[in-house]
C-alpha cells in the first residue's frame, strides 16, 4: 500500500527559477509532514516541516504549502541554486514518530 | 552540533553471514530507528526502539534481524544470515521524544554490500 505519492522523480531547473514537488497522501491521521534533503552519500536531513493546522510554512527560499482536503502538500524552492541540487523526500509521520517516505524527486538545479 | 554517527560506512560481506551495523545515537535522545533505502528507491522504515525494547516494526524487519542497546551509547542493527537483497544504505536515526513534530536524526549511513 502505497501512502505517500511523490511527483517528479527528476527536475531540472534553471538557476534562480522556481523547483515544485508534490506530493499526496492517503491516511488523514497523519499530522507531520517534512520534508528531507540528501546529498549522495549522505543521510537524509531535514528540511522544513508543516502541520496540518496550517496552510503555507515559509523558511527562506523554501515554502511548504499545504492542502488538507486534497490531501496534498507541495515544496517550492524559490531563486533555486546548484547548491539545491539534491534528493528531496516528502514524508509523513505516523504514531510513534514512524515516517513513511515518498519516492524521492532527485533535484538538479543548472548554472 | 551533535549528529548520529553510524559504523562502517561501508560494509562488504558474504551471503549468508552475520553483519552488525552500529550507531551512535545523539546523547539526549530516547527514540532510535532503523531505516533502509536499496539504491535508487524510498528511505524505508525499519524498526524503533525505545526502552530497551521494540516500539514498532515494518515487514521488512523479519527474523533475520535484531536490535540491540548494549550500553548506553550505542544502538546496533544484527543481520543473521544476509541475503544479496539485503543490500543497502542502513540509515539509524533518533529523536528525543515521542511527541508529535518531533525531527528524526539521521546519521550518515552504512553501506552494505551482500556478495
Known amino acids: 500500500q502505497q501512502q505517500v505519492k511523490q511527483s517528479p522523480q527528476s527536475l531540472i531547473v534553471q538557476k534562480g527559477g522556481i523547483s515544485i514537488i508534490n506530493c499526496a497522501y492517503e491516511?488523514?491521521?497523519?499530522?507531520?509532514f517534512p520534508w528531507y534533503q540528501q546529498f549522495p552519500g549522505k543521510g537524509p536531513a531535514l528540511l522544513i516541516a508543516?502541520?496540518?493546522?496550517?496552510s503555507e510554512k515559509k523558511e527562506g527560499r523554501f515554502t511548504i504549502s499545504f492542502n488538507k482536503s486534497a490531501k496534498q502538500f507541495s515544496l517550492h524552492i524559490m531563486d533555486s541554486q546548484p547548491g539545491d541540487s539534491a534528493t528531496y523526500f516528502c514524508a509523513v509521520m505516523e504514531y510513534g514518530n514512524k515516517l513513511v517516505f515518498g519516492a524521492g524527486t532527485i533535484l538538479r538545479v543548472k548554472s | 552540533e551533535p549528529e548520529v554517527t553510524q559504523t562502517p560506512s561501508h560494509q562488504v560481506t558474504q551471503m549468508g553471514q552475520e553483519v552488525i551495523l552500529r550507531c551512535v545515537p545523539i546523547?539526549?535522545?530516547?527514540?532510535f530507528y532503523w531505516y533502509r533505502q536499496i539504491l535508487g528507491q524510498k528511505v524505508e522504515f525499519l524498526v524503533s526502539?525505545?526502552?530497551?525494547?521494540?516500539?514498532?516494526k515494518s515487514e521488512i524487519f523479519d527474523d533475520q534481524f535484531s536490535v540491540e542497546r548494549p550500553d548506553g551509547s550505542n544502538f546496533t542493527l544484527k543481520i543473521r544470515s544476509t541475503k544479496l537483497e539485503d543490500s543497502a544504505m542502513y540509515f539509524c536515526?533518533?529523536?528525543?521524544?515521542?511527541?508529535?513534530?518531533?525531527?528524526?536524526?539521521f546519521g550518515q549511513g552504512t553501506r552494505l554490500t551482500v556478495v
Open positions: 491516511n488523514t491521521a497523519f499530522d507531520y
Open positions: 508543516i502541520r496540518p493546522d496550517v
Open positions: 546523547s539526549n535522545h530516547l527514540y
Open positions: 526502539f525505545y526502552n530497551n525494547e521494540i516500539s514498532e
Open positions: 536515526a533518533s529523536s528525543p521524544t515521542l511527541q508529535s513534530n518531533t525531527e528524526a536524526f
